[in-house]
C-alpha cells in the first residue's frame, strides 16, 4: 500500500518562505518521479515542480524558477518543497504525487499554504 503524507503548509506573510514535506511509505523511491501540484480555489491544479528519484534531476514550472527547489532525503523516504520569496498567487492547496511512468498514480491529500 503506497501513501503520501505532506506537511509543513501554513500562513506566511509575503516574502517569507515555508519548506513542505512529503513522506513515502509502501514501495515508492529510487525509480519513481516525485512531482508537486497546487491548486487554488477557482482555479486548476497546476504542476509546480518535479524530481526524478533515480537521475536526480529536478524541473520546475516557470511560476516557481528561482523560487522554490526540490530535493530529496533518500534515508528518510522523503521529498521537499522549499519554497522562498512567497507571494499572495503562491496561495493554494499544495499536494505530493508519485508517478513510476506517464501518469501520477498516487497522491496525498495536500497540505494548505496561504500567503497574505
Known amino acids: 500500500h503506497v501513501q503520501l503524507v505532506e506537511s509543513g503548509g501554513g500562513s506566511v506573510q509575503a516574502g517569507g518562505s515555508l519548506r513542505l514535506s512529503c513522506k513515502s511509505s509502501?514501495?515508492?523511491?529510487?525509480?519513481?518521479?516525485m512531482g508537486w501540484f497546487r491548486q487554488a480555489e477557482g482555479y486548476e491544479r497546476e504542476g509546480v515542480a518535479q524530481?526524478?528519484?533515480?537521475?536526480?534531476?529536478?524541473g520546475y514550472a516557470d511560476s516557481a524558477k528561482g523560487r522554490f527547489t526540490v530535493s530529496r532525503d533518500n534515508a528518510m523516504s522523503t521529498v521537499y518543497l522549499q519554497m522562498n520569496s512567497l507571494k499572495s498567487e503562491d496561495t493554494a492547496l499544495y499536494y505530493c504525487?508519485?508517478?513510476?511512468?506517464?501518469?501520477?498514480?498516487?497522491w496525498g491529500r495536500g497540505t494548505q499554504v496561504t500567503v497574505s
Open positions: 524530481m526524478d528519484l533515480n537521475a536526480g534531476t529536478s
Open positions: 509502501g514501495y515508492i523511491w529510487s525509480n519513481y518521479c
Open positions: 504525487a508519485a508517478r513510476s511512468s506517464v501518469s501520477f498514480a498516487y
